[in-house]
Nanobody, 124 residues
Framework: QVQLVESGGGLVQAGGSLRLSCAAS????????MGWFRQAPGKDREFVAA????????AYADSVKGRFTISRDNAKNTMYLQINSLKPEDTAVYYC?????????????????WGQGTQVTVSS
């Protein structure tokens, strides 16, 4: 099992930027595809972005394409999500997650380890 801890959330004005981090420990990190999900109040958890273990493959939800960038540094056991041009509808708790395999997926059920989440609030 991989232990995951998110950081970097906060309150930001619309149009602003944030960089979220996800620090991993425990089981080998570099063989795991990783992902970011988010959950707004009253809504289901939704896929945001994912990255393969080698970082050669990424995937994004249509709603964040062109604004969000996922990356990882396997030497530091850390994954990142650069969020630009924030919108009020991006307000949510953001979770990082890890798979047990190296390939990208956008399905919540494919991820076995989850962090506790970090709150992102965007004011208009």
């Amino acid at each position: 099992q991989v232990q995951l801890v998110e950081s970097g959330g906060g309150l930001v004005q619309a149009g602003g930027s944030l960089r979220l981090s996800c620090a991993a420990s425990g089981r080998t990190f570099s063989n795991s595809a990783m992902g970011w999900f988010r959950q707004a109040p009253g809504k289901d958890r939704e896929f945001v972005a994912a990255i393969s273990w080698s970082a050669t493959s990424t995937a994004y939800a249509d709603s964040v394409k062109g604004r969000f960038t996922i990356s990882r540094d396997n030497a530091k056991n850390t994954m990142y999500l650069q969020i630009n041009s924030l919108k009020p509808e991006d307000t949510a708790v953001y979770y990082c997650a890890a798979r047990n395999v190296p390939n990208v997926s956008g399905r919540t059920a494919d991820f076995r380890s989850w962090g506790q989440g970090t709150q992102v609030t965007v004011s208009s």
